[in-house]
């Protein structure tokens, strides 16, 4: 890591010392004390980008052959003083979300940046209390559609961000940020390191498009989250699958079992079978849905809930990578279930059960 930091290796009596001021600076220094023959080993990080690192010992270039990735290796006999100074040229990318390709986060280097997003006389309490769920954030849900997003006619926009002078990993992108409506003030938006973004609302991850695509993207964002929030409205209970916390709440088990992240989102499979518990303490629920992947066609299973065959799934391939499979609950299984309904998926032999998004 490169952390302002020092390694103490007393079995042979050198000390080593880094100093540096990452990540605002692009560089970094290591200083030997002691002295004996090592190999030292200076990672080339994925983020520089190839070709752009550069190395010095001694005030002297090294020739440097490694790739992103891997690490520049300085093998020598050490002597007190030795400084082996190292270049770590920063570059602004995106990092697209996955399973919604046309909205990214931005990062410089290895930093995702983030803007401030407070709403015109909106006060919340950023504070949370010890009990159990105050972490969740409180405060109205803003429409997706008045997010502010990046416009440009361009593919390559990475340009059009511009670095704050005196203000380190501070960035603007004039004329790319645009609000719903003009004058809103998202053309003035300042990306900072998400590591210092503090005790406000804010964005990491925006929606793209071109200004002919711009009204058109908005209202399918819209659409989107109706959709969305009519579908929260009629759930009763809801776990994500793959994911630590949502699956420990839900007493996931299971033999065999796999998890992952693809494209689409994290998923959850099993050569054997895997289980939640879902909560349903009014006796209200009428069906399973389930989503599902279309690169799992082929997959058999069965879906028993509180010992009950409820469904026996052979998925297949659907128009779209993820799509949504209702399963009926019957009413004499949810009427005894005491409010707590086990949800077992178990693998025909020969084949995998899943995977589940």
């Known amino acids: ?49 190839p ?29 007190a003083g030795d400084q082996v100074d190292v270049e770590l040229p920063m570059r ?13 986060a931005v ?8 803007a401030k997003t407070p709403q015109p006389g909106e006060t919340l309490n950023f504070m949370a209390d010890s009990a159990r769920g105050d972490q969740v954030p409180a405060g ?36 790319l940020i645009q609000g719903a409506k003009p004058g809103s003030g998202a053309e003035n938006l300042q990306l900072i390191p998400f590591f210092r973004l503090h005790d406000s609302r804010y964005m990491v ?27 929260d409205a009629q759930t009763i209970d809801h776990v994500a699958p793959g994911e630590q916390q949502p699956e420990s709440d839900h007493g996931f088990k299971g033999e065999g079992a796999e998890s ?23 006796g209200q629920a009428r069906a ?3 989503t599902l992947a279309s690169g799992d066609a082929g997959r058999r299973f069965d879906v028993i809930v509180n010992g009950q065959l409820v469904a026996e799934l052979a998925l297949a391939a659907e128009a779209e990578p993820l799509y949504s499979r209702d399963i009926a609950l019957p009413a004499e299984l949810v009427r005894a279930a005491a409010g707590k309904l086990e949800v077992r998926f178990v693998a025909k032999p020969g084949s995998i059960a899943g995977g589940l998004y």
């Not at 050198?14 to 200083?31: A, V």
């Not at 752009?52 to 270039?61: E, I, R, S």
């Not at 990062?107 to 983030?114: E, F, M, N």
Request: aromatic share 10%; with cysteine; hydrophobic share 40%.
């Open 1 to 49: 890591l490169f952390v302002a930091s020092t390694v103490d290796w007393r079995e042979r009596g050198i000390k080593l010392t880094q100093s540096t001021r990452f990540p605002d600076e692009s560089r970094t220094r290591l200083t030997v004390e002691g002295a004996g023959t090592f190999a030292l080993k200076v990672r080339y990080p994925g983020w520089v980008a």
């Open 51 to 79: 070709g752009a690192l550069k190395v010095k010992l001694n005030g002297k270039p090294v020739k440097v052959t490694a790739k992103p990735g891997g690490h520049v290796e300085l093998r020598r006999a050490w002597v």
């Open 92 to 104: 602004t990318t995106l990092e697209p979300l996955p399973g919604l390709k046309n909205h990214v």
């Open 107 to 114: 990062l410089h280097g290895p930093i995702v940046l983030a």
């Open 140 to 175: 109205a849900v803003c429409p997706q559609d008045s997010a502010p997003v990046f416009v440009s006619d361009k593919a390559d926009f990475i340009r059009r961000f511009k670095p704050v002078p005196g203000r380190p990993l501070t960035f603007t992108a004039p004329g």
């Open 205 to 231: 991850y925006w929606a793209r498009s071109t200004s002919a695509q711009q009204s058109l993207m908005r209202a399918e964002l819209a659409k989107a989250e109706e959709a969305r929030l009519a579908l």
């Open 260 to 282: 992952g992240v693809a494209p689409a989102g994290r998923w959850r499979h099993a050569k054997q079978w895997f289980s939640y518990v879902l909560n349903d303490r009014q």
């Open 288 to 290: 399973l849905r389930l």
